[in-house]
């Protein structure tokens, strides 16, 4: 069975500063997922990182995939408090469908001036 | 706006009941994905419809039920509530089976139940 870990689970951050979400899957991946949902809202897609070594950024938010260490980070560069929010990522079991995504319990960013 | 529409928004029910939440997913696509979120169980896939068929089950109770109709919009049926079936329930939508790796599902608003 598929177990995604995500830390840390609660962030609070400074304007301007920087900061990185890890998370770790535990069995071969090849799919992962990084969502963005606000309070009482809808799941947004950000990124998805179909390979090892796949990196994507779009603003402040970059994110990246080591196949090999079963790891994805979600950087975030001179955070701005729009950004608050909490973020998820999932992964699928290699060779597998949609609907076996597990999703990690989420970090909640919380940015402030 | 996703494209993939839920009603209602929020339900409120007394233990016991049942209650019916559905969604309408994006125009062309024929998956219909439903989850379950939590707060101690996170975000958990309950069941997946492919263009009027079963084609996924995860972690949904026997009291859960649900069905995709020719029109492809998708009901979740919820029987002999209790009080953990509080939750928010999600259905997202993709274009084609979900097997394939590029897959990417959007997600409804949500509905809100809260069982009293």
């Known amino acids: 069975e598929l177990k995604v870990e995500q830390n840390p689970l609660f962030l609070s951050m400074q304007e301007g500063k920087n900061y990185t979400i890890y998370c770790n899957y535990s069995?071969?991946?090849?799919?992962l997922y990084w969502y963005r949902q606000d309070p009482g809202k809808s799941l947004e897609s950000l990124f998805v990182?179909?390979?090892?070594?796949a990196v994507k950024q779009e603003g402040r938010l970059m994110a990246s995939l080591d196949t090999k260490a079963r790891l994805s980070t979600l950087h975030i560069t001179a955070a701005v408090h729009d950004l608050s929010a909490t973020y998820f990522c999932?992964?699928?079991?290699?060779?597998?469908?949609?609907?076996?995504?597990?999703f990690g319990k989420g970090t909640m960013l919380l940015v402030s001036p | 706006d996703s494209g993939v529409t839920q009603t209602p928004k929020h339900l409120i029910t007394a233990t016991g009941q049942r209650v019916t939440l559905r969604c309408s997913p994006r125009?062309?696509?024929?998956?219909v994905y439903w989850y379950q979120q939590s707060l101690d169980q996170g975000l958990q896939f309950l069941i997946q419809?492919?263009?009027?068929?079963?084609?996924a089950k995860g972690n949904i109770l026997e009291r859960f039920s649900a069905q995709q109709f020719p029109d492809l919009h998708s009901e979740l049926n919820l029987s002999s509530l209790e009080l953990g079936d509080s939750a928010l329930y999600f259905c997202?939508?993709?274009?084609?089976?979900?097997?394939?790796?590029?897959?990417?599902?959007?997600f409804g608003q949500g509905t809100r139940l809260t069982v009293v």
């Open positions: 999932a992964a699928r079991p290699r060779n597998s469908g949609y609907s076996t995504l597990t």
């Open positions: 990182l179909l390979s090892n070594g």
């Open positions: 419809y492919y263009n009027g068929e079963e084609r």
């Open positions: 997202a939508s993709s274009a084609g089976t979900g097997l394939s790796m590029n897959t990417e599902a959007f």
């Open positions: 069995t071969t991946s090849d799919r």
């Open positions: 125009s062309g696509d024929l998956s």
